[in-house]
């Protein structure tokens, strides 16, 4: 099993640029997450969904938008790239009902410039 | 916001010692969980702790809980070089199950 895999591994972006991050999970987990993670501050949570068909924002979602494409896959969309959504990007999967451990990806490392 | 906040911020120990790092949280918990973070790399989960529970072990973890503190304390014994990483408490409270992540402990064992 592969567990969470996350693509690209780095990125470069210039301000106003857009790109999506994708993320997928082998596990069957019904729930995924972005997480953005910043030295200082830990991993603050962008959007969730907690299973199939939905998503909901969490505590930094501006900026943002996040596909749920089935099952297996959910992707991160920057629209317009602002030097502030330099970061790095964490996937995580877990179960709804326990246990409730998260599985997470190896991360985007993201520049915006 | 943050639920969490671990102390101290960052751990500087000789191989072989045991390396203690604590968690204070705000309001009431449904569980604790630490989570283990290399260089680099995504998070690991260590351990998962419930609110009726006082005290929980995996191999070299031992993690306990003080509910009435509102605290946890991860120990790491007999500390290896491996063992250096950044530790991270996270808390699910309410009806919610997603948990809610500190800063994290900077962990150096030196060989």
């Known amino acids: 099993n592969a567990g969470v895999t996350q693509t690209p591994k780095f990125q470069v972006l210039k301000t106003g640029q857009s790109m999506t991050l994708q993320c997928a999970q082998d596990?069957?987990?019904?729930?995924m997450y972005w997480y953005r993670q910043d030295p200082g501050m830990g991993l603050r949570l962008i959007y969730y969904?907690?299973?199939?068909?939905?998503?909901d924002k969490g505590e930094v979602p501006n900026g943002y938008n996040v596909s749920r494409l089935n099952k297996r896959e959910f992707s991160l969309r920057l629209e317009s790239a602002a030097p502030s959504q330099t970061s790095v990007y964490f996937c995580?999967?877990?179960?709804?009902?326990?246990?409730?451990?998260?599985?997470f990806g190896p991360g985007t490392r993201l520049t915006v410039t | 916001s943050q639920q969490g906040e671990e102390d101290p911020q960052a751990l500087s120990i000789q191989e072989g010692e045991n390396a203690t790092m604590n968690c204070s949280y705000k309001?009431?918990?449904?569980?604790l969980q630490w989570y283990r973070q290399n260089s680099g790399r995504g998070l690991v989960h260590l351990i998962l702790?419930?609110?009726?529970?006082r005290e929980k072990h995996s191999g070299r973890l031992r993690v306990t809980l003080d509910t009435s503190k509102k605290s946890s304390s991860l120990l790491i014994t007999a500390s290896r070089a491996a063992d250096t990483a950044s530790y991270f408490c996270?808390?699910?409270?309410?009806?919610?199950?997603?948990?809610?992540f500190g800063r994290g402990t900077s962990l150096i064992v030196h060989p």
């Open positions: 596990m069957n987990h019904n729930s």
């Open positions: 309001t009431s918990i449904n569980n």
């Open positions: 996270a808390t699910a409270s309410g009806g919610s199950y997603i948990p809610t």
């Open positions: 995580a999967s877990s179960e709804v009902r326990g246990p409730y451990e998260q599985y």
């Open positions: 702790i419930r609110s009726n529970e």
């Open positions: 969904s907690a299973s199939e068909g939905t998503t």
